[in-house]
Nanobody, 115 residues
Framework: QVQLVESGGGLVQAGGSLRLSCAASGSIYSINVMGWYRQAPGKQRELVATITRIGSINYADSVKGRFTISRDNARNTVYLQMNSLKPEDTAVYYC?????????WGQGTQVTVSS
């Protein structure tokens, strides 16, 4: 089992920045990919960014150039630096961790961007 605890959400004005953190604990040796997804009201959950154990990164087109994902393997933590935030970035952001057979989710953290 893997436990994921997110922090760093909040309310920010358009153009502002936030940094999300996700600390993993438990059977972390099994995790190959960690990342962030988000779900806005009335919409499906969507990928924001992922990073593999060796540092390969993937971003959604909507956040490229504004968001940066990073991973501290020593601290078992993944970060999402969000800059130039837009109202359409408003959503619950979920941390995600994937092993070969299991996907884990955090409890989610609310990000609200006011115009």
């Amino acid at each position: 089992q893997v436990q994921l605890v997110e922090s760093g959400g909040g309310l920010v004005q358009a153009g502002g920045s936030l940094r999300l953190s996700c600390a993993a604990s438990g059977s972390i040796y099994s995790i190959n990919v960690m990342g962030w997804y988000r779900q806005a009201p009335g919409k499906q959950r969507e990928l924001v960014a992922t990073i593999t154990r060796i540092g390969s990164i993937n971003y959604a087109d909507s956040v490229k150039g504004r968001f940066t994902i990073s991973r501290d393997n020593a601290r078992n933590t993944v970060y999402l630096q969000m800059n130039s935030l837009k109202p359409e970035d408003t959503a619950v952001y979920y941390c995600n961790a994937q092993s070969r057979v299991v996907t884990y989710w955090g409890q989610g953290t609310q990000v609200t961007v006011s115009s």
